[in-house]
C-alpha cells in the first residue's frame, strides 16, 4: 500500500534561514507528488507538483526516485511561510486527486 | 476560478445524531472527496465519487456513508454521530472532462464538526 511521511509534526526557523520540509514515500509504481499548503484560517491549497518542475513562491521540490523522497526547499524562509505544509502522493489512473497524505508539518518562520 | 463550498463552518452535534455535510463544486468536476483532517495524521480518506450515484470508500468509510444524486453535490452522512468523530472534514473536487486536467484538486474551507 501506498504511504507518505513527513517525519517532523513542527519545524521553526528564523526569517532568512534556509528550511527544508521532509517527504518520504513508499510506493510501488510511478507516482505523482504534491506539496499543498494550509495558511492560518485559509483553505488548503496546492503549492506545487513533480511534474511542474516550477517554483511557486520561492520553493521548489525534487522528486528522487532513488531515495523515494520530494524534500520541499526554499532558501531564504520568510514570516509569510508559516503554515502546515502537507505531502500527497497521487497514484493516478482513473481516482486522480485520490491523494494519499502525509501528517502534515507546521512551520513557524520566526522574525 | 473553481469553487468548492461547505454548507457549514461549524457544527456543534449531540452523540447519536444523525449529520449532513454538504458540499457543492461549480466546474463540473467528475470527482468528489471527502476527508477528515486530524492533528498529527494529516488528511485520511473518507469516500469519494468519479461520478453521479458512483462512489468507492476510502481508507476510513467506518460509521460515514455518501449520497451522489447530481455531479455538483456530494453528501458526507454519519448516521449516528461519535464522540470519535469530532473533526474537521473537508471536501474536494477534481477533473474537468472539458480540460482534461485531471490531476488538480481543490478543497473546500472544511467543516468544523463537535460531536459531545
Known amino acids: 500500500a501506498q504511504r507518505v511521511t513527513q517525519p517532523e509534526k513542527l519545524l521553526s526557523v528564523f526569517k532568512g534561514a534556509p528550511v527544508e520540509l521532509k517527504c518520504n514515500y513508499s510506493?510501488?509504481?510511478?507516482?505523482?507528488l504534491f506539496w499543498y499548503v494550509q495558511y492560518s484560517r485559509q483553505r488548503l491549497q496546492l503549492l506545487l507538483r513533480h511534474i511542474s518542475r516550477e517554483s511557486i513562491k520561492g520553493f521548489t521540490a525534487d522528486l528522487n526516485k532513488g531515495e523515494t523522497s520530494f524534500h520541499l526547499k526554499k532558501p531564504f524562509a520568510q514570516e509569510e511561510d508559516s503554515a502546515m505544509y502537507y505531502c500527497?502522493?497521487?497514484?493516478?489512473?482513473?481516482?486522480?486527486?485520490?491523494?494519499?497524505f502525509g501528517q502534515g508539518t507546521i512551520l513557524t518562520v520566526h522574525p | 476560478d473553481v469553487k468548492v463550498t461547505q454548507s457549514s463552518r461549524y457544527l456543534v452535534k449531540r452523540t447519536g445524531e444523525k449529520v449532513f455535510l454538504e458540499c457543492v463544486q461549480d466546474?463540473?468536476?467528475?470527482?468528489m472527496f471527502w476527508y477528515r483532517q486530524d492533528p498529527g495524521l494529516g488528511l485520511r480518506l473518507i469516500y469519494f465519487?468519479?461520478?453521479?450515484?458512483?462512489?468507492e470508500k476510502g481508507d476510513i468509510p467506518e460509521g460515514y456513508s455518501v449520497s451522489r444524486e447530481k455531479k455538483e453535490r456530494f453528501s458526507l452522512i454519519l448516521e449516528s454521530a461519535s464522540t470519535n468523530q469530532t473533526s474537521m472534514y473537508l471536501c474536494a473536487s477534481s477533473f474537468d472532462p472539458r480540460t482534461g486536467l485531471r490531476n488538480t484538486i481543490y478543497f473546500g474551507e472544511g467543516s468544523w464538526l463537535t460531536v459531545v
Open positions: 500527497a502522493l497521487n497514484m493516478g489512473g482513473t481516482s486522480y486527486g485520490k491523494l494519499t
Open positions: 466546474m463540473d468536476h467528475e470527482n
Open positions: 510506493y510501488s509504481g510511478s507516482p505523482e
Open positions: 465519487s468519479y461520478d453521479v450515484k458512483m462512489k
